[in-house]
């Protein structure tokens, strides 16, 4: 199974707010950091956002900071949010799928099996899993040139 792009960028954000929790971060220095393109992550931290991950906050000296602590912040969750379909095969999609021996086959149910192994793994981690080795994730992650601003009350 490969996640999407956009699970990966979901991902990445989280990490990135979890590291400098201290203070706002924007779309342009996540970008930045990653290499990649701010367009996308618009999308992300949206529908991060929608989802009570992340609170955005407007105007000069904005930005974004988690809106949770990182250990409630669940991976599998996440990462199911943000998926549009976790089919490994077509038959897994009830009404596209037309495969022809979906009557007699014994993959779907081995596959699903699967699936739900993978995120049962994902469940048992949450966003502070992944940023036990903050220290050197911050090293990876360059800060800003630009001036900090600073998270305003209520960090988490």
């Given at each position: 199974m490969r996640l999407t792009t956009f699970s990966d960028y979901n991902l990445r954000v989280l990490m990135y707010l979890g590291v400098h929790r201290e203070r706002l971060a924007t779309i342009g220095e996540i970008a930045r950091a990653y290499g990649v393109s701010g367009n996308h992550l618009m999308k992300v931290v949206h529908h991060l956002a929608q989802r009570g991950y992340i609170e955005t906050i407007r105007g000069k000296g904005g930005g974004m900071r988690l809106a949770r602590a990182p250990g409630q912040i669940n991976i599998g969750a996440v990462v199911r949010q943000s998926e549009d379909s976790v089919g490994f095969v077509e038959c897994f999609d009830g009404e596209t799928s037309d495969c022809r021996i979906a009557p007699a086959c014994s993959l779907k149910p081995v596959l699903a099996e699967a699936l739900e192994s993978f995120f049962a793994t994902l469940d048992r981690y949450t966003?502070?899993?992944?940023?036990?080795?903050?220290?050197r994730l911050a090293k990876l992650l360059p800060q800003p040139s630009v001036p900090m601003r600073p998270a305003l009350q209520g960090r988490r």
């Open positions: 966003l502070a899993d992944l940023l036990g080795g903050r220290a």
